[in-house]
C-alpha cells in the first residue's frame, strides 16, 4: 500500500493509519515467503532490496494492545448483545411441501410482525419440507418457541431455534508448485491464523491438507486467491468421502448406467463392458 518512491519510512506514517502497527512484512517473489522490513529503534523502516514498488505490504499489529484498546468497546458490545438476547431465524420442520411460504407468513402474522419468511426448495423449485422465519420483535420470536410444534397448512410442524455450526477448520489445497514442503504451507497459511496441523500426502502428489486451529480462520482464506512461489494454488473445503460402491452394483449418473468395462471395486477380475444394442 506504501508505493511512493522514498528511500525509508517512519513506523509513525504506518501508526497514522493502523494504530497498534509495530512493523510491516512483504511476501518475497523469489522464495514466496514473507519476511519482516527492518526498522531501527528510531522507528525508521528500510525498504526490501527491490524497492518499494509492485510489492504488497501487510500490517503486523501488536495483538495485545489491540485487545486492550478495542476491550472497552467490545465490551459494550457483548452486553449489547446480552441485554438485547438476539434470536435471529426461527427454523420450521416437517412443513407441507403444499405449503407456501404466503401459507407460513399468515400463519405467523397472528403472533406479530414478520421481518421475512423463506421455505427451501430444491432446483426444481418444490419445498424441500423445511424453512425459516424471523420477526421483528424477538417478545414475539419468544412467545412462538413458548409452543415447540404448530400447526401450518394442516400439518403439525417444529418450530426452534436452528443449531449452529462450527466451521469447517480442515482444508484442501491444491496445485502445488513442485518441492513444496510443510515449512512452505506453515508459514504462507499462518499469516490467517494458527494453524493445528498441515499434512503433505507421500509420494508428493501436488496437494495436501491445512487445519486451522479457528474456524473463522478457515472462512477467511476460503474467501481470497492465493498464490505460493507466484504460483496460483486452489483452497476449497475437503470433499466428503465418496459413498462405497456395493459389489456387483452398476453405476449410474444423470444419464443413467455407464457402459463401460472395468474392475470390480472388492475383486481383482476383470469384467467387460456392456454389450450394445446394434
Not at 493502523?18 to 512484512?25: D, I, K, P, Y
Not at 457483548?78 to 420450521?92: P, Q, R, T, V
Not at 418450530?159 to 513444496?180: A, W, Y
Not at 501436488?206 to 486452489?234: C, M, R, S, W, Y
Request: charged fraction near 30%; charge should be positive.
Amino acid at each position: 500500500w506504501y508505493q511512493r518512491r522514498v528511500r525509508a519510512c517512519n513506523l509513525k506514517v504506518v501508526q497514522s493509519q493502523f494504530a497498534s502497527a509495530v512493523g510491516l512484512r512483504f511476501r518475497a517473489p523469489d522464495t514466496g515467503r514473507m519476511r519482516a522490513l527492518r526498522m531501527d529503534d528510531s522507528g525508521k523502516i528500510y525498504p526490501p532490496p527491490q524497492g518499494w514498488d509492485n510489492l504488497t505490504f501487510i500490517v503486523v499489529v501488536d495483538k495485545k494492545r489491540t485487545r486492550d484498546e478495542d476491550g472497552s468497546e467490545k465490551l459494550e458490545n457483548e452486553n449489547k448483545k446480552s441485554s438485547s438476547d438476539k434470536i435471529g431465524d426461527l427454523i420450521i420442520l416437517g412443513l407441507s411441501y403444499k405449503a407456501t411460504e404466503n401459507d407460513v407468513r399468515d400463519y405467523f402474522k397472528s403472533f406479530g410482525e414478520v421481518k421475512s419468511c423463506e421455505i427451501k426448495k430444491d432446483y426444481g423449485g418444490n419445498s424441500r419440507g423445511f424453512g425459516f422465519v424471523s420477526f421483528v420483535s424477538d417478545d414475539v420470536a419468544k412467545q412462538v418457541l413458548t409452543d415447540t410444534y404448530h400447526t401450518i397448512s394442516g400439518r403439525k410442524c417444529e418450530v426452534r431455534i436452528p443449531k449452529r455450526t462450527e466451521p469447517e477448520r480442515k482444508l484442501f489445497v491444491g496445485r502445488l508448485p513442485r518441492g513444496t514442503d510443510e515449512k512452505d504451507l506453515s508459514d504462507y497459511f499462518s499469516t490467517y491464523g494458527a494453524l493445528a496441523d498441515v499434512y503433505i500426502p507421500k509420494p508428493h502428489r501436488g496437494f495436501a491438507f491445512i487445519t486451522f486451529e479457528k474456524g473463522e480462520d478457515a472462512e477467511i482464506v476460503l474467501k481470497q486467491k492465493h498464490f505460493l512461489k507466484d504460483v496460483p494454488i486452489n483452497v476449497t473445503l475437503p470433499d466428503p468421502p465418496a459413498k462405497k460402491q456395493k459389489f456387483g452394483e452398476p453405476e449410474y449418473g444423470d444419464r443413467g448406467m455407464k457402459p463401460f468395462g472395468g474392475y470390480r471395486q472388492e475383486s481383482s477380475s476383470y469384467y467387460p463392458p456392456f454389450p450394445h444394442r446394434m
